[in-house]
């Protein structure tokens, strides 16, 4: 706790007591589940309110524009949430989100000039471009907070944004029944929480010692390298969610593919608990890294895996028991005649979040090259297995598919953090027996 506090003396943060995990990690929940309900709900509210095409239209909008900015997000914020020994001030990955959001707004009107699409739909996703470049300014601002631990303000923010999003968008379609003026009115609204509420933070944090801007090339451009493996991790970690879809849309049509989307959508919820848990402690994880504390970093870590592996101990066995009937109330009872594909789905959660929870461990000890190999491996398995399987197995081969990716991303993620701790326990006890002969010495 020392060292933080004189690290953030040095860097112009803010030191107050540090809040418990267990509060972190209600804070971040709840924020994640208000913030899901209510993108949930905007497209809800369309598809009551409109029509089939104009939700076709606003989901191609989130479609085309979020794996551009998943790449040029750099995942900057975990970057900073991590960066203990602040190798870079919150000026510098202030700035480059800002130059690389406004590189991805020029991609989004690049691919918009290059379809050809009609007015309405070019407007939608130039549109929902900017909402997501707003975004991204707004999660650099989450990395700082995060990066102290203040994730009640960054949880407020999402609520904030989430809620009065979702009333905006509704009101505005419900009276003029326009797309495009109900997307300016989420953008109006994520504008104004990030002036008004996030930059405010931002400001209280680093209390005046620091700017939102720094051009400093040669900060910058390290900083863009030692990011730009998790960007691209990210955009294949997408692909390794999207490639079954692909596959399964061509071999047996959107039925079956809607069938398997909102099985998988079951599972968004564990999800925002996995995500919660990790962002929580990634940047409490980070410090003991940085510390040489192996024994505390390992302590952490393994906890969150011993609550993965019981999502697989109670949830498989779970899902067989209630699965059938749990399907047909939500949905309909042709959706509880899938039941297998239900378990399968729920045992790729459970190894999911094992993969999920080593990955914030490596973001932790900045391993972020090796990231890549390890989310291509994946990747690349899931692709040659849905080859393989769905034309045999159909939706339980897409299933197969993501569960043996999810394997090779756990196995291999485990293998690279499991070097680093070597590393880190080798150096650690380097340290103390050059302190002990020192002494001796002395």
């Known amino acids: 706790m020392s ?59 989130l479609a085309i524009t979020a794996p551009v900015f998943m790449f040029t997000n750099l995942q900057l914020r975990g970057v900073q949430a991590t960066d203990a020994r ?49 975004e991204s300014l707004s999660d650099v601002v989450a990395g700082l907070l995060q990066k102290v631990e203040r994730l009640n303000r960054v949880a407020i ?56 801007f720094a ?16 960007g691209i991790v990210m955009t294949l970690v997408s692909l390794n969610v999207n490639i079954p879809r692909y596959l399964l849309v061509h071999s047996l049509g959107q039925a079956d593919l809607g069938i398997f989307a909102s099985l998988a959508y079951l599972l968004v919820a564990l999800n925002l608990v996995i995500n919660a848990l990790g962002q929580s ?29 019981l999502i697989l101990v109670c949830g498989v066995p779970a899902a067989q028991l209630v699965g059938r009937p749990l399907l047909t109330f939500i949905y309909r009872p042709e959706y509880g005649q899938h039941l297998s594909l239900f378990v399968i789905m729920v045992t790729t959660a459970g190894v999911s979040s094992v993969a999920s929870f080593l990955g914030y461990g490596m973001t932790a000890a900045r391993i972020f090259r ?21 034309p045999r197995m159909g939706m339980n081969g897409a299933a197969f598919a993501l569960l043996i990716g999810a394997c090779v991303q756990a196995i291999c993620s485990a293998v690279v953090l499991h070097q680093a701790m070597r590393r880190l326990t080798r150096r650690s006890r380097k340290t103390r027996q050059d302190s002990g002969a020192s002494v001796i010495q002395g």
């Open 157 to 212: 923010s999402l609520m904030i944004r989430g809620c009065f999003s979702l009333l905006a968008f509704a009101a505005v379609f419900w009276i003029f029944r326009s797309l495009p003026a109900a997307v300016v009115a989420l953008v109006a609204v994520w504008l104004s929480v990030f002036v008004f509420y996030d930059l405010y933070q931002a400001r209280a944090v680093i209390l005046g010692k620091d700017s939102f």
């Open 281 to 309: 402690v990634s940047a409490r994880l980070a410090r003991m890294f940085a510390e040489g504390d192996s024994r505390r970093f390992r302590a952490v870590l393994g906890k969150l895996l011993a609550f993965a592996a």
């Open 370 to 390: 090796m990231q890549v190999p390890v989310i291509g491996a994946s990747t690349l398995a899931t692709v040659l297995f849905s080859m393989i399987l769905i």
């Open 3 to 61: 060292s933080l506090i004189e690290e953030n003396i040095e860097t112009g943060l803010s030191a107050p007591p540090m809040p418990s995990l267990r509060a972190n990690f209600s804070w971040t929940l709840v924020g994640n589940v208000v913030y899901s309900a209510c993108q949930w709900g905007m497209i809800s509210a369309l598809a009551k309110l409109g029509n089939a095409s104009l939700v076709g239209c606003y989901a191609l909008g």
């Open 86 to 134: 602040s190798e870079f001030a919150f000026a510098d990955y202030f700035t480059l989100r800002l130059m690389a959001s406004l590189m991805g707004l020029l991609v989004i009107c690049a691919i918009v000039f290059a379809g050809q699409y009609d007015w309405a739909t070019g407007v939608v996703i130039l549109l929902v471009g900017l909402s997501k470049a707003i």
């Open 215 to 230: 051009f400093r090339w040669m900060q910058l451009r390290m900083l863009a390298l030692v990011s730009l493996p998790l």
